[in-house]
């Protein structure tokens, strides 16, 4: 896919930083994450293969011509979409897309409503954050099989200001906008419902319902509490973290947990530490699109019911 070096940048700058064209940060002879998994994939392939020829010299023909009929092509339910220039999700037919929560939207039953021109970081931390990446479902009650009712788990991994704002300026943006964008990051928790028709709703006065930011206080347990590599002017405790930032990839544990995990140094703390004081002047601004035109995510797509 070619994509215009305007985009690129933009990408890069607020997603990772340009974390492609820096030095690596481990410089020591430890393999890497990819050396590692290569290693564990091809030992499993390998067991993987013997396993397989095992049970196919153990299974009569006749099972295995209808189970290789059964997964064939004419399985598939739907009739794929083709490709499309048109600013909308298009989905198969029988399909339905629809927006569940969107960013700015409450979250919490105090929340305000989402007003473009007038953010604060205060509102922000109560509404649904920017740029959905992980999102995860939690059957309710715990351990239950709903699967048309439970919370969803989303990732907020990183913001574009020149996106969120009007005027944004460009080089040092104010103290204010930035607190905007740490109350942005990190993770929401919604209360959802699917209705007879197949449509989601989230349940705005939910119990569970909350907001993790960039400065959620998060209390370390387990044996990485109080190591002294946890241990910063924060907290020299090692035991509580300030804010989760740049939450990208994640996973549900087999007990019901969610695990999320954080990427690099966002661009955002750089922004803080350069920012000026609130009420400070700031460089002139420059025309942008318009922020009331929100993200519209997470998507949900599924059948629609009959």
């Known amino acids: 896919m070619r994509m215009e070096p305007q985009l690129f940048q933009t990408l890069c700058r607020w997603k990772c930083s340009y ?12 393999p890497s994450m990819e050396e590692i998994l290569q290693e564990a994939l091809s ?23 209808a189970t290789e009929a059964r997964s064939g092509p004419a399985n ?17 037919s029988g399909y339905l897309a629809q927006v569940l929560i969107r960013w700015g939207d409450p979250v919490t039953a105090d929340a305000p409503p989402f007003d473009a021109r007038r953010q604060t970081a205060e509102a922000q931390a109560r509404q649904f954050g920017y740029n959905c990446d992980f999102v995860t479902f939690l059957p309710l009650p715990r351990g239950a099989r709903t699967p048309g009712h439970g919370l969803l788990w989303v990732n907020h991994e990183y913001t574009n200001p020149e996106l969120m704002f009007f005027d944004y300026p460009e080089g040092r943006p104010p103290r204010e906008l930035v607190d905007v964008e740490l109350a942005a990051h990190g993770g ?6 699917r209705a007879s028709d197949g449509s989601w709703t989230y ?27 946890t241990r910063t002017r924060e907290d020299p405790t090692g035991v509580r973290v300030r804010g989760t930032l740049n939450n990208c990839a994640g996973g549900r544990t087999p007990w019901g947990y969610g695990a999320y995990v954080r990427g690099e140094l ?8 350069t920012a000026p ?16 035109r929100r993200q519209r995510a997470p ?3 599924a059948p629609r019911a009959v």
Not at 266 to 273: A, F, T
């Open 19 to 30: 974390v492609c064209f820096q030095q690596p940060s481990n410089s020591s002879g430890n």
């Open 43 to 65: 030992r499993r392939e390998f067991l993987r293969a013997i396993l397989g020829a095992t049970v196919v010299l153990a299974t009569p023909q006749w099972l295995v011509r």
């Open 277 to 292: 004081a609130r009420g400070s002047p700031s460089p002139g601004p420059r025309p942008l699109r318009d922020p009331a």
């Open 76 to 92: 598939l339910r739907f009739i794929p979409v083709m490709l499309s220039r048109e600013d909308r999700v298009v989905v198969p």
């Open 266 to 273: 966002p661009s955002v703390l750089r922004e803080r530490r």
């Open 203 to 229: 349940l705005r006065e939910s119990r569970y319902n909350r907001r993790i930011t960039g400065e959620t206080l998060c209390l370390l347990t387990g044996p990485a509490a109080g190591h002294p590599w």
């Open 188 to 193: 929401t928790v919604v209360e959802v419902r």
């Open 299 to 301: 998507l949900g797509v």
